[in-house]
């Protein structure tokens, strides 16, 4: 299988408990996307990279969210002390920029991480 | 702020019925807008749109983007129970790096046998 994968797949975790989140994406994409997705909404941005450069960051993600992309290869979602306002279905994307990222292919998502904390 | 709207938000039909989804946006820096649909899982890739005017086509399925009013559409002509899902409109760009996609709301479609 070449399409991003993502895992774990469902993660239910206790209120203030970590919790860490991996993807793998396409292996030759250079742009990683994490984003948040709630029931009855579309996904909401929180981070992306290009190769191993975090280039942007929402503003709704909070301290209590790192993501790290090391080698630019595959990248990892923390949330730390998680509340129940953190469950949601967490989503990552690939794409291949070229140039100076002017030119961007459309984003492959995978299957998600759902994560629910009680 | 960048801000992706989609109408409607639900829609109803039966089969072999056609359907216009509607997508606008306000978005610095504009690259693509581009055009998904969701089942149970993730969202799986439709089209891109980079140009105004240019129609493309997959199957049933046809859009197009209007880059001076800002808006797009997605068609769906004769419409099957497997059309069912949430289509999700996102517009690439925004800030300096290009990199974002802001998505819509996204419209949940019921095709009825």
């Known amino acids: 299988d070449t399409g991003v994968s993502q895992n774990p797949r469902h993660k239910i975790t206790k209120r203030g408990q970590n919790v860490t989140f991996r993807c793998d994406p396409i292996s030759e994409h250079n742009r990683l996307y994490w984003y948040r997705q709630t029931l009855g909404q579309g996904p909401e941005f929180l981070t992306y990279?290009?190769?191993?450069?975090?280039?942007?960051k929402s503003r709704l993600l909070s301290d209590r969210f790192s993501a790290e992309r090391p080698k630019g290869s595959f990248s990892t979602l923390e949330i730390q002390r998680t509340e129940q306002g953190d469950s949601a279905m967490y989503l990552c994307?690939?794409?291949?920029?070229?140039?100076?990222?002017?030119?961007?292919?459309?984003?492959?998502f995978g299957q998600g991480t759902r994560l629910t904390v009680v | 702020e960048d801000k992706v709207v989609q109408s409607p938000l639900s829609l109803v039909v039966h089969e072999g019925d056609t359907v216009t989804l509607n997508c606008s946006y306000e978005v610095t820096n504009f690259r693509s807008l581009l055009w998904y649909k969701q089942e149970k899982k993730a969202p799986t890739f439709l089209f891109m749109l980079?140009?105004?005017?240019i129609e493309k086509k997959s199957g049933r399925l046809s859009s197009i983007l209007d880059k001076k009013e800002l808006f797009s559409i997605l068609n769906i002509t004769a419409t099957q129970t497997g059309d069912s899902a949430i289509y999700l409109c996102?517009?690439?760009?925004?800030?300096?790096?290009?990199?974002?996609?802001?998505f819509g709301q996204g419209t949940i479609l019921t095709v009825h046998p």
């Open positions: 994307a690939s794409s291949l920029a070229l140039g100076s990222g002017l030119y961007n292919t459309e984003a492959f």
């Open positions: 990279f290009q190769n191993e450069a975090q280039l942007e």
């Open positions: 996102a517009v690439g760009g925004g800030g300096t790096s290009y990199g974002k996609l802001t």
């Open positions: 980079t140009s105004s005017g």
